[in-house]
């Protein structure tokens, strides 16, 4: 699954339609001279690593690379004290959503690198979860990324559906990279899918989506989910003054196709402003939505208030919090951070977002300054 193409002085071997590996020509003709194509592919230190869809770096992350699974919020794994626990194989979205609460796409201002988890290392790392909390454990796939671009998906979900503890595996997705040769691939161990669909009037949902959405491809992806075992969740994002008239075709159209077969159909979600997304002029108070949900909830005699419960999810003990906020660490850098002067240190078996402007390798002095959910945010001092 390699393609490779010119692009300017560089030759570019494209790697599952994600990972791009980047020479500069005469570099790789010289390379060539004295290795194979795909030991210069493989082993060539000379080389850029980008992710296809964002054109950031892109860092391979294994057990080898020794950074651990649980203490980022972009990769890996986050057992926020129920018995679902976040899988995240990856970072970097094709879509560039102007409410997008994480600033992903390519035309992102805040993110500067990418990550990519072995599938191997998160399985081995999931179960070791899975183990300490339990059975009934929902495995659900999302992530500061669209999570059908991970070129390891359907192994993923094969083995989270494959281990004991898990109950349910569910995938959150913006539905524009997924075939259908996948949906019936995943059939057997996929449970549920959550699909974004935020308009469907496709010059809004361009404008929605900031790039050109391939909107007839995602009303079909989601009638072929809606007829597969595979249960179908649409989750569109109430922009008000945006999508206001979009919500109600939206509520029309999953009826329609027949989503929500085991559990609620909808999900419709509140644009909620975060720090570190992107933020739109208007944003609606709880109290109006929840009404104009219960207001649509008689009117479509469908289920639109949401709680937990209604995915069966329950409290769990959950994994202790190794660090604590106002401890003094000092540790190496591993690996370039996700924003621009963030850095990734490891203490404990946890990786820590450090604000540092050292470079990776130096040793950094760091007072941890956040703690929540497993989630370690350090600033040097
Ligand atoms: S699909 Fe999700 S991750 Fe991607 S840009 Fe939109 S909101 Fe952000």
């Known amino acids: 699954m390699i393609t490779e193409y010119d692009a300017g002085n560089e030759k570019v071997f494209l790697i599952r339609r994600l990972i791009e590996v980047r020479f500069r020509k005469e570099t790789y003709e010289e390379l060539l001279k004295k290795y194979s194509k795909e030991q210069v592919i493989q082993f060539a230190e000379e080389k850029r690593v980008l992710h296809h869809a964002t054109k950031r770096n892109l860092h391979y992350i294994s057990r080898e690379s020794q950074i651990p699974l649980l203490g980022h919020a972009a990769f890996g794994l986050i057992d926020r004290g129920t018995n679902l626990i976040q899988v995240r194989p990856l970072t970097g979205c094709n879509l560039c959503c102007i409410f997008c609460s994480v600033d992903e ?72 990279v997924i075939s259908r040769d996948m949906i019936d691939s995943l059939e057997k161990s996929l449970d549920r ?65 027949g989503a929500g077969k085991r559990w609620p159909a909808l999900g419709i979600q509140k644009y909620i402003p975060y720090r570190g997304g992107r933020k739109l002029r208007h944003v609606m108070s709880f109290r109006s939505f929840y009404s104009r949900l219960r207001e649509w909830e008689q009117e479509y005699g469908v289920k639109l208030l949401l709680s937990p419960k209604d995915f069966g999810i329950e409290k769990r003990r959950r994994l202790p919090s190794l660090l604590r906020k106002g401890e003094v660490y000092f540790a190496r850098i591993a690996m370039d951070g996700r924003g621009y002067g963030e850095r990734i240190a490891v203490v404990k078996g946890r990786a820590v977002t450090v604000i540092t402007g050292k470079k990776p390798g130096s040793g950094v002095r760091f007072v941890i300054t956040r703690v929540k959910d497993g989630i370690y945010l350090g600033e040097e001092i």
Request: proline content about 5%; aromatic content about 8%; hydrophobic content about 40%.
């Open 105 to 176: 796409g390519r035309e992102s201002r805040t993110k500067k690198n990418d990550y990519i988890v072995d599938p191997d290392y998160l399985l081995e790392e999931y179960r070791k979860i899975a183990e300490f909390k339990g059975g009934g454990i929902e495995a659900h796939i999302d992530g500061q990324a669209e999570p059908f671009l991970y070129p390891y998906i359907e192994e993923l979900v094969h083995g989270l559906k494959n281990t004991r503890e898990t109950e349910i595996v569910s995938i959150q997705t913006n539905g524009t």
């Open 193 to 257: 899918v959550n699909l974004s669909i935020s308009a469907l009037d496709g010059a809004l949902a361009d404008r929605i989506y900031g790039v050109k959405y391939p909107l007839r491809k995602v009303l079909e992806t989601a009638e072929y989910i809606a007829n597969s075992r595979i249960d179908l969740l649409i989750a569109p994002v109430w922009l008000p003054g945006i999508n206001d008239h979009e919500i109600p075709k939206i509520i029309e159209f999953a009826l329609e196709i």
